[in-house]
């Protein structure tokens, strides 16, 4: 997968401004962050990490897990010597930063909690991420939504204003909101690729797949 600079390159031959006369590189930037968030929520970042506890208690204080969206599933006790086989998964509850064991006993300073975790995918240069965690097959459907989101806010935000582009901001919109409804089709089938590799019996194609609980878009 590709960093910044270049899926910015792609976006912005997307846009027809390489010499970035309408979108400046902050634009593109930001429109990439959005496509990602969006993306990041069809297709979670699989994240594991272990916490050892600095005092006794059921409270468990996560905040230091970055860019987590979602825990899955908590493992207590583990030993990483010996992982225990199969695992103790543990019923919790997480309020903010804080994750609640409800485990048989009271878990006690120096014990190791093992939690599974989705996060928000990364693009090397975007933020402070140091490595790009999208795959290179969904590397096109980022750019699409970036292109998106960059002609969504330019049209809203154009309004009643003269610009350098001969394009009016109803134009601008109607192209936006069409690349947006290919985006979510997208998405859509990441979804659905995804679910497949758990499961092979849902199909590739079927008419009539709604999304469920979507958030973002227009």
């Known amino acids: 997968m590709s960093n910044l600079a270049a899926i910015r390159d792609l976006v912005e031959r997307d846009l027809d401004d390489t010499g970035n006369e309408i979108w400046s590189t902050d634009d593109v930037d930001r429109a990439i962050e959005r496509a990602l968030m969006d993306y990041s929520q069809a297709h979670p970042q699989p994240a594991v990490s272990t916490l050892e506890l600095s005092a006794d208690g059921r409270e468990v204080n996560i905040g230091s897990i970055s860019g987590l969206t979602r825990v899955v599933r908590v493992w207590y006790p583990y030993h990483s010597c010996a992982p225990e086989s199969p695992p103790n998964w543990v019923r919790w509850d997480k309020w903010g930063d804080v994750l609640y064991l409800s485990s048989d006993e009271e878990p006690a300073s120096g014990a190791t909690v093992r939690i599974f975790y989705h996060k928000v995918h990364t693009v090397e240069g975007l933020g402070e991420a140091q490595s790009t965690s999208v795959p290179s097959e969904d590397e096109e459907a980022l750019v699409l939504g970036a292109a998106a989101y960059a002609v969504l806010q330019k049209a809203r935000g ?14 601008w919109l109607s192209w936006a909101e069409s690349r947006m409804r290919a985006f979510q089709e997208r998405l859509q089938q990441v979804r659905k690729r995804e679910l497949r590799r758990i499961d092979k019996r849902v199909p590739l194609h079927r008419e009539g797949w709604e999304v469920g609980q979507q958030e973002g878009g227009i």
């Open 158 to 171: 154009s309004v009643g204003k003269a610009g350098v582009s001969s394009e009016t901001p109803e134009h």
